[in-house]
T-cell receptor, first 113, second 114 residues
Framework: AQSVTQLDSQVPVFEEAPVELRCNYS??????LFWYVQYPNQGLQLLLK??????LVKGINGFEAEFNKSQTSFHLRKPSVHISDTAEYFC???????????FGAGTRLAVHP | DTAVSQTPKYLVTQMGNDKSIKCEQN?????MYWYKQDSKKFLKIMFS???????INETVPNRFSPKSPDKAHLNLHINSLELGDSAVYFC?????????????FGSGTQLSVL
């Protein structure tokens, strides 16, 4: 079985500062990893995903994430955040097939002017 | 056109009532899902259907019954509503449910049981 831990429930940051949202996973098999973003009163949208290959994955809105197998981590980063990045961010893991996508508890990113 | 649309957006009802939430996707996807998001934002899958066939059925009370009349629709019926059913319910779809795909989510139905 897989599990996902998002280490920070809230991350406050000033506009134009860099940010890292942390995600660790646990699995006994190979996994696919995802980051989704949820803006207020909306459904989730995919930011990026790691399936295989290069461990650095670039996504939409200037976000990127790095898969680290030895540390079982998939941290999300952005070099310079905007007010509009304020949202809830979810890390998720799947082992493929018809297996379910397991979500972390979410990290609330609050960008302040 | 909205890719995954669910109705209603808000649903306020009394304990003991029966209610339904409808979901439709116009993406031509084979797989659809229902997720429940609690007040702490924790998201948990409830059901998934692939081409009208039930694939995932999590430990959900049997008061919850999904119905998929065709692969573009997955409705959720809830009998005898309880206070603990209050949450936001999200419908989602993906191309074929193989676990490495992007999920497309609806905008959610906020259910409040009084």
């Amino acid at each position: 079985a897989q599990s996902v831990t998002q280490l920070d429930s809230q991350v406050p940051v000033f506009e134009e500062a860099p940010v890292e949202l942390r995600c660790n996973y646990s699995s006994s098999v190979s996994v696919y990893l995802f980051w989704y973003v949820q803006y207020p009163n909306q459904g989730l949208q995919l930011l990026l995903k790691y399936l295989s290959g290069s461990t650095l994955v670039k996504g939409i809105n200037g976000f990127e994430a790095e898969f680290n197998k030895s540390q079982t981590s998939f941290h999300l980063r952005k070099p310079s955040v905007h007010i509009s990045d304020t949202a809830e961010y979810f890390c998720a893991v799947s082992s493929g097939g018809y297996n379910k996508l397991i979500f972390g508890a979410g990290t609330r990113l609050a960008v302040h002017p | 056109d909205t890719a995954v649309s669910q109705t209603p957006k808000y649903l306020v009802t009394q304990m003991g009532n029966d209610k339904s939430i409808k979901c439709e996707q116009n993406l031509g996807h084979d797989t659809m899902y229902w997720y429940k998001q609690d007040s702490k934002k924790f998201l948990k899958i409830m059901f998934s259907y692939n081409n009208k066939e039930l694939i995932i059925n999590e430990t959900v009370p049997n008061r919850f019954s999904p119905k998929s009349p065709d692969k573009a629709h997955l409705n959720l019926h809830i009998n005898s509503l309880e206070l603990g059913d209050s949450a936001v319910y999200f419908c989602a779809s993906s191309q074929d449910g193989t676990g490495n795909e992007k999920l497309f989510f609806g905008s959610g139905t906020q259910l409040s049981v009084l």
